[in-house]
């Protein structure tokens, strides 16, 4: 799930990096491309820890739950997060800095590099959040089934449908939070794009 998932991750792991001089040797360069890859690298093993345990909890709810609307909506959350996977493995997977690369070619990938990770965080709606909407949406709905059925009062009914209702709007807050952070994350990446490409003209 996005709040398990340092999606700190995708979401800050560049919050804290600082403003750099880029004015450096082709050595200094390959060194922070590789630091950049061990980011890259750790943030996504961070995501395949944390999917591999939703997967586990709501593959044991298929078994437990005796509502077939809460089994769907595991089963949507566990299709939801297979997808993330998939998507963060295809579009974000760490890449090596090749050895032997003169300045300006070091230079050309780390920019790539850096373009593909800003481009990842900028869709983070579609690959990241988007997947898990129907699960929690139906989720959501089972709790409300279980509930209505379990109380008889109108009050109560009342009362429990508006609970539907703030769960759905804590819902989209917390996804809003998460896109914002990933939001800021691209930013700070698009500066040191920025940087590499004032340094690439004074090489």
């Known amino acids: 799930m996005p709040s398990e998932f340092p ?3 995708p979401r800050n792991v560049w919050q804290n990096q600082p403003t750099e001089d880029f ?3 082709a050595a200094e360069l390959r060194l922070k491309a590789q630091k950049f890859e061990k980011r890259v690298s750790r943030r996504n093993l961070r995501e395949y820890v944390a999917s591999a345990i939703v997967i586990a909890i709501f ?12 089994r769907t909506g595991s ?13 963060l493995h295809k579009r974000g997977a760490a890449r090596t800095v090749p050895a032997g690369l003169e300045f300006r070619s070091s230079v050309e990938f780390h920019r790539k590099e850096l373009l593909r990770q800003r ?4 869709g983070i709606w579609w690959w990241y959040l988007l997947p898990f909407v129907p699960g929690l949406f139906v989720c959501c709905l089972a709790g409300l089934e279980r509930a209505l059925k379990e109380l008889d009062a109108s009050a109560h009914q ?3 449908v508006v609970s539907f209702g703030v769960q759905m709007v804590v819902f989209a807050l917390f996804f809003v939070g998460i896109w914002w952070l990933n939001h800021r994350g691209a930013n700070k ?15």
């Open 7 to 9: 999606i700190n991750d």
């Open 23 to 25: 004015k450096m040797s």
């Open 59 to 70: 593959g044991s709810y298929i078994w437990l739950y005796p509502s077939a609307l809460a």
């Open 75 to 87: 089963v949507l959350i566990i299709a939801g997060t297979l997808f993330m996977v998939w998507a």
């Open 119 to 122: 481009d990842l965080l900028r």
């Open 158 to 160: 009342a009362a429990i």
């Open 189 to 203: 990446i698009q500066r040191q794009i920025d940087a590499l490409d004032a340094l690439e003209k004074e090489s």
